[in-house]
């Protein structure tokens, strides 16, 4: 059992981070977003203000199952994912599902950020943990809910060449 677990978006990124880090710590990928606007149902509800409505995409099932498995196995996490408002957004996502199962009660999370993988930087950055900035992840929202309905009204739109 790994006492810190660390999650990247990338897993070329994590075997070579991984190596850096040594015994104490796991390092896996979410393989990029998780989660994304539900397909089934109307992806951002409109009459209760833009909000809007994730469910982990198909294909992230298995992943979210191994990320799950191993939190429950560590006592701190580190969201290790890009810098970005994307990379804000997998770490808040990837937090929230984890919420959700309540998997996180007793464990520290803890969210870093590096520009470039080398061990002096990695180490640098486990010295340097900081909170999820909500303002890349609501800027994040807004660009994504704005493309999909956006993707909606061109969808469903008549063509002008239907007039």
């Not at 803890?110 to 486990?126: G, H, P, Q, V, Y």
Request: aromatic share 6%; proline share 3%; net charge negative.
């Amino acid at each position: 059992m790994a006492k810190n677990l660390v999650i990247v978006e990338s897993p070329a990124k994590a075997k070579t981070i991984e190596g850096f880090l040594g015994k104490d710590f796991k390092v896996l990928s979410s393989f990029g977003h998780i989660r994304d606007l539900s397909h089934k149902e109307m992806g951002v509800d409109i009459s209760r203000g833009f909000i809007p409505n994730y469910e982990v995409s198909t294909d992230k099932k298995e992943t979210v199952k191994i990320l799950k498995k191993e939190v429950n196995s560590s006592e701190v996490v580190w969201l290790a994912t890009d810098e970005d408002r994307e990379g804000e957004a997998i770490a808040w996502h990837i937090q929230s599902i984890l919420e959700e199962d309540n998997l996180l009660k007793d464990k520290e999370i803890l969210r870093i950020t590096f520009n470039e993988i080398t061990k002096k930087a990695i180490l640098e950055s486990l010295n340097k943990p900081r909170k999820i900035d909500m303002n890349l992840v609501d800027a994040y929202q807004a660009r994504r809910s704005l493309d999909y309905l956006m993707g909606c009204l061109l969808y469903t739109s008549p063509s002008p060449r239907d007039s």
